[in-house]
Nanobody
């Protein structure tokens, strides 16, 4: 069955960096786009970044643009989220997710409904 397992979260001071990883299994990893979402305390889940199946095209939420970088290694079946210049408002549970259709996109998949499998989440806490 499809599984996504995140790791790399933790506690970091404002201005610091973390790299999240998400290892996938149970399907043909290289054929499907992936995304990162986050859920801050007391709020709904929100889009962070997406990467196309080939890793060529990426898309970011405005709140993380120029600070976060999404990448993937299809040989390792892993997607990454490099987070730099972290702010307290980045505190959230971070989830990776698999897009619910293979191939390219014409519009970046930013909606929760566009993803069918989710990891269990990893906590990121940024102290001020």
């Amino acid at each position: 069955q499809v599984q996504l397992v995140e790791s790399g979260g933790g506690l970091v001071q404002a201005g610091g960096s973390l790299r999240l990883s998400c290892v996938a299994s149970g399907y043909t990893f290289g054929s499907v786009s992936l995304g990162w979402f986050r859920q801050p305390p007391g709020r709904g889940r929100e889009f962070v970044a997406a990467i196309c199946w080939r890793g060529v095209t990426t898309y970011y939420a405005d709140s993380v643009k120029d600070r976060f970088t999404i990448s993937r290694d299809n040989a390792k079946k892993t997607v990454y989220l490099q987070m730099n210049s972290l702010k307290p408002e980045d505190t959230a549970v971070y989830y990776c997710a698999r897009r619910n259709k293979p191939g390219s996109w014409t519009k970046a998949p930013t909606g929760i409904y566009e993803y069918d499998y989710w990891g269990q989440g990893t906590q990121v806490t940024v102290s001020s």
